[in-house]
């Protein structure tokens, strides 16, 4: 739990939905020249928002303690699992999960369409919905087992493939906030690695029609299943 301590009510309207009345781990605030050095990358924005940019930083500098870190991205969940799709904005992540939105109907659910945090736990890998949710505004206050990391990039023709774990560092350091300052630094890089060799990588490069969906969820389903299937082997082996 996070206390924030804010000077405008965007925030606090923003975290509507996310706000417990428990002792938080630590407390974050933005000062007025952060704010003002924020708003002049974007003086058009309100300081209100400004602020609510400073703020997230500073909780995701300190989140690897706490055993999360932050990922630019959109998460897409089916049947209570999620996939992240990651990519230079304007690249079509909204897009792509709105095609699954369609495509799979109430089976499916947006976890953050922008900045969710992933957590790193020993059973496994989780994405989890932030009131910090990019401007369509989509996500909920979940948190779900990662089944599989996309690239995207844009294309006329639908493909997808698993990359190897160098291709994969190389697109991932694009997408996160690391940390500058110790001990939240080492922390950082320990849930990085974990997350890399847990977590399955792909490139997805397609168009914005729904095969690309289809694609990318049988993709990353399909050795999900085959995994599944080992272990019931295995069980029944065993017995």
């Not at 924020?38 to 609510?52: F, I, N």
């Not at 909780?59 to 089916?78: K, N």
Request: aromatic share 10%; charged share 25%.
């Amino acid at each position: 739990m996070v206390e924030i301590r804010c000077r405008y009510s965007y925030i606090w309207q923003m975290c509507e939905g996310y706000r417990v009345e428990e002792a938080p781990a630590f407390a974050v605030c933005a000062s007025a020249d952060e704010i003002e050095t924020e708003r002049a990358s974007m003086p058009a924005a309100s300081l209100g928002y400004c602020e609510s940019l400073c703020i997230y930083r500073a909780i995701c500098c300190r989140m690897p303690q706490y055993g999360a870190f932050l990922m630019h991205a959109a998460v897409v969940a089916v049947d209570g699992e999620a996939y992240i799709f990651a990519a230079p904005s304007g690249t079509g992540k909204t897009t792509h999960i709105r095609l699954w939105l369609d495509l799979f109907g109430d089976r499916a659910q947006v976890v953050n369409g922008d900045k969710p945090l992933i957590r790193v736990e020993k059973e496994g890998v989780y994405a989890c919905g932030t009131p910090w949710q990019g401007k369509e505004r989509l996500g909920c206050n979940i948190m779900l087992p990662v089944r599989g990391v996309c690239f995207l990039e844009q294309s006329p023709q639908n493909s997808i493939r698993r990359l190897t774990m160098s291709e994969a560092g190389r697109r991932i350091f694009q997408q996160v906030l690391i940390p500058k300052k110790e001990p939240c630094f080492d922390c950082f890089w320990t849930l990085l690695e974990r997350m890399m060799t847990t977590v399955d990588f792909y490139l997805l490069q397609c168009n914005r029609e729904p095969a690309a969906a289809q694609l990318s969820y049988e993709t990353m389903r399909r050795k999900q299943d085959a995994e599944n299937q080992k272990g019931v082997f295995a069980a029944s082996s065993g017995g």
